[in-house]
């Protein structure tokens, strides 16, 4: 059965970090690019445009502008897992988060997609708040 599973989120207070980790069970996730979404509080769907995401092995990596310095995302291909670092935290950081990847086995040579239909397989989200 394909699963991802997000783990770490939490309540931090602004300025701080944590590591989110998407770990995936019934497929290979070091053959796919890996996305990083969010959905804010109050908002009906999540964002379509991804926030971070990480090609195949260790392909390339993307950062939208508004998270560029501050989160960091790798990948663990022996642990089947990817990560999603997040320092100096702000309270529009408050969201669930979700990791998703393609269907497809996705070139190393080729740049992560940023589209959110371009990701087939998601996990259940992990709920990041930050308030002092």
């Known amino acids: 059965q394909v699963q991802l599973v997000e783990s770490g989120g939490g309540l931090v207070h602004p300025g701080g970090s944590l590591r989110l980790s998407c770990a995936a069970s019934?497929?290979?996730?070091?053959?796919?690019?890996v996305g990083w979404f969010r959905q804010a509080p109050g908002r009906s769907a999540r964002e379509s445009h991804v926030?971070?995401?990480?090609?195949?092995?260790?392909?390339?990596?993307y950062y939208v502008d508004s998270v560029k310095g501050r989160f960091t995302i790798s990948r663990d291909n022996a642990k089947n897992t990817v990560y999603l670092q997040i320092n100096s935290l702000k309270p529009e950081d408050t969201a669930v988060y979700f990791c998703?990847?393609?269907?497809?086995?996705?070139?190393?040579?080729?740049?992560?997609?940023?589209?959110?239909?371009?990701?087939?397989?998601w996990g259940q989200g992990t709920q990041v708040t930050v308030s002092s």
């Open positions: 998703a990847a393609p269907r497809r086995i996705w070139s190393s040579d080729d740049d992560c997609p940023s589209a959110e239909r371009e990701y087939d397989y």
């Open positions: 926030l971070s995401c990480i090609s195949s092995s260790n392909g390339s990596t």
């Open positions: 019934g497929f290979t996730l070091g053959d796919r690019a």
